[in-house]
Nanobody, 116 residues
Framework: VQLVESGGGLVQAGGSLRLSCAAS????????MGWYRQAPGKQREMVAG????????HYADSVKGRFTISRDNAKNTMYLQMNSLKPEDTAVYYC??????????WGQGTQVTVSS
């Protein structure tokens, strides 16, 4: 499985961005996908996750009500709609995929910068 993120960029506080994560390869082996982020000097943290079967979602408390994770199984693509962005959301955002027979796979990351 290979993952490619896109959609990052520079936005002012209060603005919105939508990230995409396109999966290729043995995508049938993916059971769960997620978005993580890592700010300078900080550990990587989970932002949101979604199952590819039932579409169950979960979010970090810091993004609840502002971010929405979704997936289009037909396109093998996952999205992260980010609204009401804050400067503290600035980080490199990574896409992750895993499954019962798939060790965790990471994308290359996409930079999100929120200016105040």
């Amino acid at each position: 499985v290979q993952l490619v993120e896109s959609g990052g960029g520079l936005v002012q506080a209060g603005g919105s961005l939508r990230l995409s994560c396109a999966a290729s390869g043995s995508t049938f082996s993916i059971n769960v996908m997620g978005w993580y982020r890592q700010a300078p000097g900080k550990q990587r943290e989970m932002v949101a996750g979604i199952t590819t079967g039932g579409g169950s979602t979960h979010y970090a408390d810091s993004v609840k009500g502002r971010f929405t994770i979704s997936r289009d199984n037909a396109k093998n693509t996952m999205y992260l709609q980010m609204n009401s962005l804050k400067p503290e959301d600035t980080a490199v955002y990574y896409c992750n995929a895993a499954g019962a027979r798939l060790s965790p796979v990471w994308g290359q990351g996409t930079q999100v910068t929120v200016s105040s």
